[in-house]
């Protein structure tokens, strides 16, 4: 089924929107969720809170051009949360790795919260990326929005695991210069 | 703000781009060779030997270049104005003497004593007085410090593979004492004062690496990522075990051996594919070239003319037990190129360099 038509069954709150969804875009969001919390069983738990989640928020919201997209923004948001839930038991090393690269995009790492309010970061994160060669931006993503081990995105890619490194470490310094040079003071 | 923060607002990213990334895998990134009807297998082919030639066009220029500069002195100072690492000082003002214990006095040698000096005790790279400011090439094309007066260079041929090491791979292992900061300060427009200890054109922490000379070899931490920096003049080496055994112990140390034979690129970095390291043609091709003499550069190109640069050779990969890994440039009629070392190469027999074509020929 098309996603715009999914969407229109979650505007008239048909739960065969859930059905749809699950069907089509199942594996890939728990792929997705298993490469950050690597267990199945709460992989399952975050699928499903996903969908009671897109149910809550369609409507308002009408993702009918990047409905997975959509989805997978709501389980990644969920996923990390629950690594960090049992982090508070015993550290997410994965998770873990992957804040310490990105504490390099920072030019003053501290406690604070945020300083620049989600629309200006979003403009910023986006102008980075589009600034970016399709390579670079796609590499970028698939380690910090979708979480893949280095290896993963090597093998993805057909490059070696040095290349994704240099490649991320570059980015990663690219980020932070970026950010500096438009005035974001994270 | 932190970096667990921003990866929570990873989320703010356009949704178009994290589809585009979601799809996005090798044929996507190679749609132009799709377009042309070419297959996945063939335009990856296209790449590599695209790269490959772009590759040995570098190699053919910075052996050329070396040559150039040996030949007329771009690596050799003088009394020139600018910078020039001979004449590194230490923290306190003081002079610092060079690899071989002279003071400043005794470096500032004619031109021409700067020259490789062949000899029987084997060819002499004379210290490097590297001046940026008379030819900002030499800048560019390599990442250098300086640590106790001695010019510790990092090998542009294979910065990239160098570099890539983890931390957590080598740090119990390999590094050593903690020597000091690199600080990056010198650029073309550096004077000659500026050439002081741990200067240079990277910035980073400096590290001993067990088990090697650190007047040979040093680390440099840049980030989370280990770059091995070596002194590659002032000294003399007459065979080939003088490198790979004195310096890099590499006979019965070696774990594993790549090879690329075309398309290797430190810019485009492609997988090296393995080679079996129990075959006897590698342990004949490391004995032989523990037993081959130095000559210059200088001389093979006197003697054939650039040309032996353009015959099909391998990169060869060597990674040793304790995580250090260096390349060794395998050309056809036998002549072997280390990236360390510009201007002087060595030569095996022509046997051992068949067995082990024979060898990568079989996988």
Not at chain 1, 45 to 67: F, H, M, V
Not at chain 2, 46 to 65: D, E, H, Y
Not at chain 2, 113 to 123: A, C, F, L, P, W
Request: proline share 3%.
């Amino acid at each position: 089924m098309e996603d715009g038509r999914i969407v229109e069954l979650f505007w008239e709150r048909d739960e065969a929107a859930i059905k749809q969804t699950a069907e089509k875009y199942g594996g890939r969001l728990r792929a997705l969720s298993l490469g950050i919390v690597r267990d199945v069983q709460t992989v399952e738990e975050c699928e499903n809170d996903t969908y009671a989640q897109a149910w809550d928020l369609i409507p308002p919201n009408e993702p009918k051009a990047y409905l997975y997209a959509f989805l997978a923004r709501i389980i990644r948001h969920i996923s990390l949360n629950r690594c960090r839930d049992r982090a508070r038991l015993k550290r997410s090393a994965h998770v873990c790795e992957l804040s310490a690269e990105l504490d390099q995009c920072i030019a003053s790492p501290d406690d604070c919260a945020c300083r620049v309010d989600d629309l200006a970061l979003a403009e910023a994160l986006n102008g980075f990326l589009r600034s970016l060669d399709e390579e670079k931006r796609n590499i970028f993503l698939r380690r910090y929005w979708y979480l893949d081990a280095v290896a993963d995105i090597a093998a993805r890619f057909g490059v070696s695991e040095s290349k994704v490194k240099t490649t991320l470490f570059r980015s990663r310094n690219q980020l932070r210069m970026y950010l500096e040079k438009e005035g974001y003071h994270l | 703000m932190r970096g667990n923060e921003l990866l929570d607002k990873m989320e703010l990213v356009d949704p178009a781009l994290v589809e585009a990334a979601e799809g996005a895998s090798v044929p996507e990134m190679q749609g132009w060779a799709k377009s042309s009807g070419a297959d996945e297998t063939s335009a990856y082919g296209i790449r590599r030997w695209t790269k490959w030639a772009a590759a040995a066009a570098c190699l053919c220029l910075l052996a050329v270049g070396g040559f150039m500069a040996v030949r007329h002195g771009i690596f050799s100072t003088g009394q020139e104005p600018g910078g020039d690492i001979g004449s590194a000082q230490g923290e306190s003002g003081d002079k610092l003497p060079d690899s071989q214990g002279n003071d400043d006095s005794e470096m500032d040698l004619p031109e021409e004593d700067r020259k490789i000096i062949v000899s029987e005790n084997g060819v002499t790279i004379p210290p490097m007085k590297v001046s940026l400011r008379k030819d900002e090439s030499a800048c560019i094309i390599k990442n250098f410090f300086i640590y106790q007066g001695r010019c510790y260079m990092q090998n542009s041929a294979t910065a990239y593979i160098r570099t890539l090491f983890d931390l957590d791979d080598v740090e119990k292992e390999l590094l050593g004492e903690h020597l000091g900061t690199a600080t990056g300060m010198i650029d073309a427009w550096t004077p000659k004062d500026g050439y002081v200890e741990f200067a240079g054109s990277i910035y980073g922490e400096i590290y001993t690496l067990k088990g090697y000379d650190p007047s040979f070899m040093l680390g440099l931490m840049e980030g989370h990522e280990l770059g091995f920096y070596v002194c590659n003049n002032g000294i003399t080496l007459k065979y080939g075990s003088d490198f790979l055994e004195d310096r890099l112990h590499l006979a019965g140390n070696y774990c594993a051996l790549m090879y690329e034979d075309k398309g290797w690129d430190r810019e485009y970095e492609i997988l090296p594919l393995p080679v079996d390291v129990e075959a006897p043609a590698v342990s004949e091709l490391v004995e032989a070239m523990d037993r081959a003499e130095f000559v210059t550069v200088e001389q093979e190109l006197e003697e054939e003319g650039i040309g032996w640069f353009d015959v099909e050779s391998y990169r060869l990969e060597f990674v040793k037990n304790d995580g250090v890994r260096f390349d060794v440039f395998l050309y056809e009629n036998g002549r072997v190129w280390f990236s360390e070392f510009n201007d002087i190469c060595i030569r095996i027999p022509q046997e051992t360099y068949d067995a082990f074509a024979a060898l990568v020929a079989a996988d």
